[in-house]
Every structure is written in C-alpha cells, then in structure tokens.
Nanobody
C-alpha cells in the first residue's frame, strides 16, 4: 500500500502561481511513477503531469505546458506540481497518484490521494 496526501490547493486569482505537494508513505517511493491529475465539475479526469521514479523522465500535458512543472524529492518522498500563470480553466480538484509504470492513463495508477481543490478566479 501507498498512502498519498496532497496539500497546497486554494483560491487564487488569474495569473497567480501555486505549488501543490504530495507526500507518500508505505512503500519505496522511487519505485513509483508519480502523476498529477485534475477533474473539473462535469468533466473527465485529466492527466496533467507525471514523473518517473528516478526523475529522468517527465511529461506535462499540452494544456499546461510552459506553465506547470513537476518535480520530486525521493529523499523526502514528495512530488510537487508548480503551477504558474493560472487561469480559471485550471480550476479543478487536483489528485496525486502513484503507478508502477510510466503511464498516462488513470487506470494504471493504483494509489490516489484524496485531492486538493484549486480555484482560480478571473
């Protein structure tokens, strides 16, 4: 089992920055690809970014490319999502997830956090 706890969400204005953090416990953190997903009301869950266990591979969705940065610290069992130039379309619940494979499909992620709300006002 892997337990994931997100933090850092909140209410911000358009153009602001926010950093989400996720701390993991329970298994060897570096064995897992870590991903961030988001889900807005009435929309499907969207894969935002992922980072491999060794941090040698990263992916960021086109919708957030150039604005969002994913990073991890295996010594601290944490993965961060730095979000810049936020806009109202980024409003969603953001989830941290762990997978044994480097994949973009939510089905490949066995462990999920409880989610943290990000709201961007115009």
């Amino acid at each position: 089992q892997v337990q994931l706890v997100e933090s850092g969400g909140g209410l911000v204005q358009a153009g602001d920055s926010l950093r989400l953090s996720c701390v993991a416990s329970g298994r060897t953190f570096s064995d897992y690809t870590m991903g961030w997903f988001r889900q807005a009301p009435g929309k499907e869950r969207e894969h935002v970014a992922r980072i491999s266990g060794s941090a040698d591979s990263t992916y960021v969705a086109g919708s957030v490319a150039g604005r969002f940065i994913i990073s991890r610290d295996n010594a601290k069992n944490t993965v961060d999502l730095r979000m810049n130039s936020l806009n109202p379309e980024d409003t969603a619940v953001y989830y941290c997830a762990a997978s044994r494979v480097y994949a973009g499909s939510a089905r490949m992620y066995a462990y999920w956090g409880q989610g943290t709300q990000v709201t961007v006002s115009s």
